[in-house]
C-alpha cells in the first residue's frame, strides 16, 4: 500500500485531456515538499515528466502539465497521443517516515 | 549525454548478499546525489536509498535498513549497493537514479534500465 495514492488506471481518446491525481498526505504533499511524475515506457525506462510541482524538464512536451494544491497533486495531459500511453507515478518526500515516496502508478490507455 | 549503466543483479539465496554497481558518465558525477529505487514484478516503485554527492549524507528505507549499504566512488563515476542478508521480498529490479541536486530533496532526473535480482532458493 502506497503513502500516495494514484488510481490505478485512466483512459482517454487520442486528442483528449486526461488528469491524474496524486492524493498525499499533512506529512508529505501537504508539508509543502514538492512532487515529482515519472512516466515508464515499456523498454524505455523512466522518464522524469514534472519536477518541484509545475516544471517541465527540457524536452517534455508542454502537453504534460504538474498542479499542487493542499495534500494533492495532478499530472494533466492534453492532446492525447497513442505513444503517450505507458504508466506514470507520482513522488515526493514524507517526514514522518523520513523517506522518498512514490504512488502506486497509474497505466494511461490511449484509446 | 547521462548513462547509468547498472550491473550486479542475479539468483543468489536467501540470506545471500550481492552487490550492485552503477557506472555513470556524461554528467559531474560528485556533483549530484545518487539514489538506489527498486521494481518487485508487476509493482509499483519502491526507494531504497540515496548517498548525497560529497558522500557524507547516506539515507535509507526502513525495509533495507541495517541490510543494506550505499556508497559511491567519485573517482570511478561509479555507484554501489551492497546487499546483504537478502529475502525473497528484496526481489525485482533495482534501478540506479540520478538526484537533481546534491543534497537528498528533488527528484530523480536521469534512471538507468535497471538490474534485476532475485531471491529464491
Known amino acids: 500500500q502506497s503513502v500516495l495514492t494514484q488510481p490505478p488506471s485512466v483512459s482517454g481518446a487520442p486528442g483528449q485531456r486526461v488528469t491524474i491525481p496524486c492524493t498525499g498526505s499533512?506529512?508529505?504533499?501537504?508539508?509543502?515538499?514538492?512532487v515529482q511524475w515519472y512516466q515508464q515506457l515499456p523498454g524505455t525506462g523512466f522518464k522524469l515528466l514534472i519536477y518541484?510541482?509545475?516544471n517541465l524538464p527540457s524536452g517534455v512536451p508542454d502537453r504534460f502539465s504538474g498542479s499542487k494544491s493542499g495534500t494533492s497533486a495532478s499530472l494533466t495531459i492534453t492532446g492525447l497521443q497513442a505513444e503517450d500511453e505507458a504508466d506514470f507515478y507520482c513522488?515526493?518526500?514524507?517526514?514522518?517516515?523520513?523517506?522518498?515516496?512514490f504512488g502506486g502508478g497509474t497505466k494511461l490507455t490511449v484509446l | 549525454e547521462v548513462q547509468l549503466l547498472e550491473s550486479g543483479g542475479d539468483l543468489v539465496q536467501p540470506g545471500g548478499s550481492l552487490r550492485l554497481s552503477c557506472a555513470a558518465s556524461?554528467?559531474?558525477?560528485?556533483?549530484?546525489?545518487m539514489n538506489w529505487v527498486r521494481q518487485a514484478p508487476g509493482k509499483g516503485l519502491e526507494w531504497v536509498s540515496t548517498?548525497?554527492?560529497?558522500?557524507?549524507?547516506?539515507y535509507y528505507s526502513d525495509s533495507v535498513k541495517g541490510r543494506f549499504t550505499i556508497s559511491r566512488d567519485n573517482a570511478k563515476n561509479t555507484l554501489y549497493l551492497q546487499m546483504n542478508s537478502l529475502r525473497p521480498e528484496d526481489t525485482g529490479v533495482y534501478f540506479c537514479?540520478?538526484?537533481?541536486?546534491?543534497?537528498?530533496?528533488?527528484?530523480?532526473?536521469?534512471w538507468g534500465q535497471g538490474t534485476l535480482v532475485t531471491v529464491s532458493s
Open positions: 548517498i548525497v554527492a560529497g558522500g557524507g549524507g547516506i
Open positions: 537514479a540520478k538526484g537533481m541536486y546534491m543534497g537528498f530533496d528533488g527528484g530523480f532526473d536521469y
Open positions: 518541484g510541482n509545475t
Open positions: 556524461g554528467f559531474i558525477f560528485s556533483n549530484y546525489a
Open positions: 513522488q515526493s518526500y514524507d517526514s514522518s517516515l523520513s523517506a522518498v515516496v
Open positions: 499533512s506529512s508529505n504533499i501537504g508539508s509543502g515538499y514538492d
